[in-house]
C-alpha cells in the first residue's frame, strides 16, 4: 500500500479505498480518501502488540458464558487510571451508572458512554478508567450506564435503557450530549445516535457527535473480515461471537435496524468519527458502516490502525496508538461539545 504523508504527524491518507469487494458503492475514489485514515504500525508498539498477543493466544475464543464475567471486568479494571478524574454512582432515567467527573469539564454538556462486552458482559465500574480518559480529554463529564445485560434481559433491553438514559440527560438540563461506545457499546452508541436524531425535534439538548470503537454494526456476521481476519484476530473467533449476538437477539431479526446499525437510516446523524484495529475480525463492520454513513452524506471518518487487535485503545500506558486515538477523540469531542447549536 502507498501512502501519501499529511502534516499530521501520525496522521497518513491511503491511496487504496478499502472497499469491501464485490459490494457497490456511490462513494467515489477521491472521497474516500478523505474519511478513511490508515495509521502505520509504530515500531515499539509492535513489539508490545506481539508480547500482547502471546499471553492472549491460549484464551482465544473462549470468553463465552456469563461466568466469564468477572474476568472480563478484570481485564477492563486494568487500564491505567487518571489522578484528575473521580467517579460516583447515579442513576439517569431510572438506570443506575457511574459519573466520571474530569477537574477541568463543561457543565453544560456530558458524554454518554456504552461500554462493551458483546452485550453479555461489562459494567460501568470495569469500564471507568477508560470513560476517564476520554472524558478528561474531551474536558467534559461523563456518565457510564449499567444497562441490562443478556441473556437475562435479551434485544432490545439495553437499547431501551441506554435510550432511556438519553432522554433522562437530555432532561437534565444540559445543552449538548455526546454519545460515545466500545464494541457492543459501539453498536448501541450508533444504534442510539440514530433513534435520537428520529427525536431531535423534540428534544432539548443537542447531539453533538458519535464516537465508537470497533463497533458491532453487523449483527447477520456477514463481513469479510471474519475469514480475513481470522488468523490475525487474537481474542476471537466467528463461531464464539455467533454464540454471543444469538444470546441477545434470541428470535429477533439480525438485520433490524435497533439490532444491526449498518441497516439503519442514517441521514440525519451528527459527526461520526469510528477507530479500528486493522487485525480484527471487526474490521468490516466498522469499514461498511462509515462507507454507508458517507454514502447518506453524513461527516463521517474510519481511522484504521495497523496491527492493533480489539480493544486496543484500552492499552493506554503500552501502546502509543491507543494514547494518540484517544487524543484524537478528545479534540473531536472537545470541538463538537463547544460548537454552536443548530436552531
Known amino acids: 500500500m502507498r501512502f501519501i504523508t499529511r502534516r499530521s504527524p501520525y496522521f497518513q491518507w491511503p491511496l487504496s479505498c478499502h472497499l469491501r469487494r464485490g459490494r457497490a458503492s456511490s462513494v467515489t475514489r477521491e472521497a474516500l480518501m478523505s474519511f478513511i485514515l490508515t495509521h502505520p504500525l509504530d515500531r515499539e508498539d509492535a513489539v508490545t502488540v506481539s508480547s500482547m498477543r502471546a499471553i492472549a493466544g491460549s484464551g482465544k475464543g473462549k470468553l463465552r458464558s456469563i461466568n466469564a464475567r468477572a474476568a472480563f471486568d478484570a481485564i477492563m479494571e486494568n487500564v491505567l487510571p487518571r489522578s484528575d478524574v473521580t467517579f ?10 457511574l459519573w466520571a467527573d474530569p477537574m477541568r469539564g463543561r457543565e453544560d454538556a456530558v458524554i454518554l458512554h456504552l461500554h462493551g462486552g458483546w452485550f453479555n458482559f461489562g459494567s ?18 461523563a456518565f457510564i450506564p449499567d444497562y441490562r ?12 435503557d441506554v435510550m432511556a438514559c438519553y432522554r433522562g440527560l437530555d432532561k437534565s438540563g444540559v445543552r449538548r450530549i455526546a454519545v460515545t461506545g466500545d464494541s457492543a457499546g459501539g453498536n448501541l452508541a450508533l444504534v442510539l445516535a ?5 427525536e431531535r425535534a423534540a428534544a432539548k439538548a443537542a447531539l453533538a457527535g458519535v464516537v465508537a470503537f470497533s463497533p458491532v454494526t453487523d449483527l447477520t456476521l456477514s463481513g469479510d473480515s471474519y475469514r480475513t481476519r481470522a488468523e490475525a484476530e487474537p481474542y476471537f473467533t466467528r463461531e464464539q461471537v455467533a454464540e454471543l449476538v444469538h444470546a441477545y437477539l434470541g428470535d429477533a431479526d ?16 451528527p459527526p461520526v468519527r469510528i477507530h479500528v484495529g ?9 469499514r461498511r458502516y462509515v462507507e454507508h454513513a458517507v454514502d447518506a ?23 502509543k496508538a491507543a494514547t ?20
Open 88 to 97: 460516583e454512582a447515579g442513576t439517569i432515567g431510572r438506570v443506575q451508572g
Open 124 to 141: 460501568a465500574k470495569a469500564f471507568r478508567h477508560l470513560v476517564g480518559h476520554i472524558a478528561a480529554r474531551a474536558g467534559a463529564r
Open 149 to 160: 445485560l443478556a441473556p437475562e434481559h435479551p434485544f432490545p433491553a439495553a437499547v431501551d
Open 194 to 198: 440514530s433513534l435520537a436524531s428520529n
Open 254 to 269: 439480525p438485520k433490524h435496524p435497533m439490532a444491526s446499525p449498518l441497516y439503519a437510516s442514517l441521514s440525519a446523524l
Open 278 to 286: 486493522d487485525d480484527e475480525v471487526l474490521l468490516d463492520d466498522s
Open 297 to 319: 452524506g453524513l461527516d463521517a471518518r474510519l481511522d484504521i490502525w495497523l496491527g492493533m487487535a480489539h480493544g486496543f485503545a484500552g492499552s493506554i500506558g503500552n501502546l
Open 324 to 343: 494518540l486515538a484517544l487524543d484524537a477523540t478528545g479534540i473531536f469531542l472537545g470541538e463538537r461539545l463547544r460548537a454552536p447549536i443548530s436552531p
